[in-house]
């Protein structure tokens, strides 16, 4: 079981910045493909951002232009830049080895977006 740590949350106007991070625990941390995903409260938890261990990435539609996801394979962690952030970000946001299926998650950071 990989060990996933998140900080970097917190509150932030709308169109404001923050940089999430997410360490892991696992040695060949570069094999895996590494994903963020967010839960807002009554909504399901949704994929936000994923990256390949070969840098590939793809985002959903709703932070496309806005956030970018890179990783540091030597400091094994996985970061989330949200920039114009809006109010509708707020969530839960989680990392998780793989994209779907089985994989180590996160504890979570809450990262809230005020009008």
């Known amino acids: 079981q990989v060990q996933l740590v998140e900080s970097g949350g917190g509150l932030v106007q709308a169109g404001g910045s923050l940089r999430l991070s997410c360490a892991a625990s696992?040695?060949?941390?570069?094999?895996?493909?590494m994903s963020w995903y967010r839960q807002a409260p009554g909504k399901q938890r949704e994929l936000v951002a994923f990256?390949?261990?070969?840098?590939?990435?793809n985002y959903a539609d709703s932070v496309q232009g806005r956030f970018t996801i890179s990783r540091d394979n030597a400091k094994k962690t996985v970061y989330l830049q949200m920039n114009s952030l809006k109010p509708e970000d707020t969530a839960v946001y989680y990392c998780?080895?793989?994209?779907?299926?089985?994989?180590?998650w996160g504890q979570g950071t809450q990262v809230t977006v005020s009008a």
């Open positions: 990256i390949t261990s070969d840098y590939n990435t």
């Open positions: 998780k080895t793989g994209v779907t299926g089985r994989g180590s």
């Open positions: 696992e040695t060949f941390f570069n094999l895996y493909t």
